[in-house]
């Protein structure tokens, strides 16, 4: 339980910095994005579905995300990482730049796949870990009409395994209001 308390905190500060008041959906976002882990995974991409909740004072951000982390060793197979959960934000700027603080809780899978080689014989063993994982970050971007691009900085804590930080190139498309 210690692994959610400061992720439901995040999450509180979000909304309070919102100024939560009456919400009603005003459009959703699809936006996809692709790039580089600082640890052992390296290169991932993925996408993700949000609805825009305006409140007055700043707009919130919620729904789903998936990424897809995947790294090749030489000869001896492959690791990925697959997280997929939900994503909530506050855009904090929207004018001439576009700030937005996000986080995301959901399951990660960690998958390790090994390969031995011996004479005519190949082995292959898969070792699957499934856990838990929780994703701050901040967006940095440029509107452009019902388009938007940006940077995006993620730090990835995996409740089991190796928690890393990652970069990711995003570009997203506005529907509805």
Same mark, same amino acid.
């Given at each position: #339980?210690?692994?959610?308390? /400061?992720?439901g ?11 939560a ?6 459009g ?42 995947? $790294? $090749?060793?030489? +000869? ?13 934000g *506050? ?5 001439? %730049?576009l700030?937005?603080? #996000? ?8 998958? +390790?796949?090994?390969? %031995? *080689?011996?004479?005519?014989?190949? $082995?292959? %063993?898969?070792?699957? $870990? ?5 994703? /701050?970050g901040?967006?940095?971007? *440029?509107?452009?009409? %019902? ?14 395994? #190796? ?5 990711y190139? #995003?570009?997203?498309?506005? *529907?509805?209001r």
């Amino acid at each position: #339980m210690g692994f959610f308390r /400061p992720i439901g905190q995040a999450l509180c500060v979000l909304f309070v910095l919102a100024g939560a008041e009456s919400v009603r959906a005003q459009g959703a976002e699809f936006s996809f994005h692709g790039g580089q882990a600082l640890e052992e995974y390296q290169r991932g991409g993925g996408g993700s579905v949000v609805v825009n909740l305006p409140t007055g004072i700043r707009t919130v951000h919620a729904g789903a995300r998936a990424t897809y982390h995947l $790294t $090749t060793t030489e +000869e001896d197979g492959e690791k990925s990482l697959l997280l997929y959960g939900v994503d909530v934000g *506050v855009t904090l700027v929207s004018s001439p %730049i576009l700030v937005r603080a #996000m986080a995301g809780i959901g399951r990660a899978q960690d998958s +390790e796949e090994t390969v %031995i *080689v011996e004479g005519d014989t190949r $082995t292959v %063993i898969t070792r699957t $870990t499934n856990t838990y994982y929780a994703q /701050p970050g901040v967006l940095i971007g *440029v509107p452009i009409g %019902i388009a938007f691009v940006g940077i995006e900085g993620r730090y990835i804590r995996l409740d089991k395994g #190796m928690s890393t930080t990652a970069v990711y190139a #995003m570009v997203g498309f506005k *529907v509805g209001r």
